[in-house]
């Protein structure tokens, strides 16, 4: 393989040998300066080194407002699944029907933002090219592939009225792959490089679930009458609840990788999506079953907060990738904790 | 193809890389060893590599960091050659620079590429199959099938792989694919006029490469180490390993990086566990609420 040089007379074949005397000197012309050269080169091991501060990752090219949108649209609508098909079965027919709709309305909302995101958006089948277990993004194009029929038929069989027994069907259908649909992304997310991502991969897909019972409960309280909601108001809290727990073991456990949740546009993102989670929770258990208005309140703080948490989350992870301290620290931790 | 089940290829040692993706009766895995204590920084490959492979122009700017205008890789760089100006000494070199010798002085120069990792993250999460394992042991991108979703990028723990301007799609090394079937070596590794960009049998690499850090160390070059040979690290080994003279990280390299897919089997289980708690969760919450009118 190694058909090296060329000329009109000769030099072919093998190549010079690999003989460069790098750093080979004069053997100390006794200079006094106290320098060893001969000494082992130590790098201070504390010292955080980088190539002239730029990035060792290159950060997602996902556009925040098609991905972090498409993470809050999915989780609206699978968790809106699970909560349609408790109400269509505990004969809470308003919230069963608002939520149905809401659930494939998100899911146009997020396919849609998903196709835009495409560098080549024309060639969007290709998702359907192949099945892999180690791509989230292909085992989540197929979960939407299954997911997409039941949603659309619970929601068009539900308004129409037609085929009530196959309407029940995909409904339940619906619920059974809704909780898929909102924790694959956090997987989808958790599965690269960044740091802020991948170091939550245990607690992330509690985050987003937690988050997406946050904002389905909030769209039931919005669309439906107080007499049906009562068990949304229950589901807001504890995704309220859960929400913040999984985010505090999260800060907890990334270590350093926690630290972009906290920082510049993730950090005011991540607040806000706390507040309006914990105001929405209260507003909903407290006001949310007397009046309309209050509960709708209530219910847009909740889809707000939940939207709030996945924007924050996602830039969390561009911010963790742009620094190149969260790629390196954690990494030389490692190797210093290995080497003992 | 009957060997890979029940064998866990997220990670860990994988001799026989090839035949693993499915090819039968594969030729040795290929590679680059990148040799930067030879590394005069030319940019030579660089320049090579785009004009072999028609890699556009990306701009022409200005750092004001170092020689390096290049910065790094991406979806038109597919090498990058970093410069590193340091206050410490090459072994037993002398530099002749400043008065009497008092400055030590030296500049580092290496080329950089795509690793062809042993388990590529950027080949796992593609799902349309657009990145696929060639019978070389290499990864690359069929460009007529990426549909650009851009999840190769923040997978690849080297920051290698990124989408094109304009194009939408990703782009990276492919290891001149084409060349090298047809039994050449890459344009990059053709062009180095010092041989530090060396191509060749992966297994041959590695021994030439353990010979090279033994002659350094003997010159005095303590500094000298090899990173990306070792197939237990955390991507398996890389298929382009280097020579370097300080920490992977003044070079812009990761010290320790891990292929994401690892974890993978973890990621999937959290994701189970977090959507029945969901399901189960809701059930409860509507068992004990009760049929609406039931007075609460």
Known sequence: MSTSGVGKDGMHGERPGREAQVGKGPQRRGRKRGRHRGEKAMVPDAEFTSYYGRPILNPPVWKASDVAAYFFLGGLAGAGSVLAAGAHRTGRPVAARALKISSLAALGGSTAALIHDLGRPERFVNMLRVMKPTSPMSMGSWLLVAYGPAVGAAAVLDVTGLFPRLGGAATAGAAALGPSVCTYTAVLAADTAVPAWHEAHRELPFVFAASAVAAASGMALVTAPPRETGPMRTAAALGAALELAAAKILEHRAGLAAEPYKKGKAGRFVRAGEILSVAGAAGGVLLGGRGRAAAALSGAALLAGSACTRFGVFHAGTQSARDPRYTVIPQRERLRAAAG | ?296
């Open chain 2, 1 to 296: 193809m009957g060997g890979l089940v029940g064998r866990n290829l997220l990670a860990g040692p994988e001799p026989d890389v090839a035949a693993d993706a499915g090819h039968p009766d594969p030729p040795p895995r290929m590679g680059f060893f990148t040799d930067t204590s030879v590394c005069i920084g030319c940019k030579a490959c660089e320049v090579a590599c785009k004009e072999w492979n028609a890699v556009p122009e990306d701009g022409l700017e200005f750092t004001g960091m170092s020689y390096d205008n290049t910065q790094g890789l991406g979806a038109d760089t597919w090498r990058h050659v970093a410069f590193i100006e340091q206050n410490k000494p090459m072994g037993h070199a002398e530099t002749g620079a400043g008065d009497g010798g008092a400055t030590d002085l030296r500049w580092l120069m290496a080329s950089d590429v795509c690793k062809h990792c042993t388990h590529a993250a950027c080949l796992d999460v593609c799902p349309t199959g657009s990145l696929f394992r060639t019978e070389f042991g290499t990864v690359v991108v069929q460009e007529d099938i990426c549909n650009g979703c851009g999840y190769c990028i923040p997978a690849c723990p080297y920051g290698v792989i990124d989408q094109r301007k304009g194009d939408g799609r990703a782009w990276k090394c492919t290891l001149c694919y084409d060349r090298i079937g047809a039994g050449m070596e890459p344009a990059c590794a053709k062009a180095c006029p010092t041989d530090s960009i060396q191509y060749g049998p992966l297994d041959e690499l590695r021994e030439r490469a353990a010979l090279r850090v033994d002659q350094l160390h003997d010159l005095g070059v303590d500094d000298a180490r090899l990173y990306g040979h070792d197939p237990d690290d955390g991507v398996g080994g890389d298929g382009a390993f280097f020579l370097l003279l300080d920490e992977p990280e003044v070079y812009g390299l990761p010290p320790d990086p891990v292929v994401t897919t690892r974890d993978l089997p973890s990621m999937w289980r959290h994701a189970g566990m977090a959507a029945a708690a969901m399901l189960g969760g809701l059930a409860a919450v509507f068992a004990v609420h009760g049929r609406a009118g039931g007075g609460r």
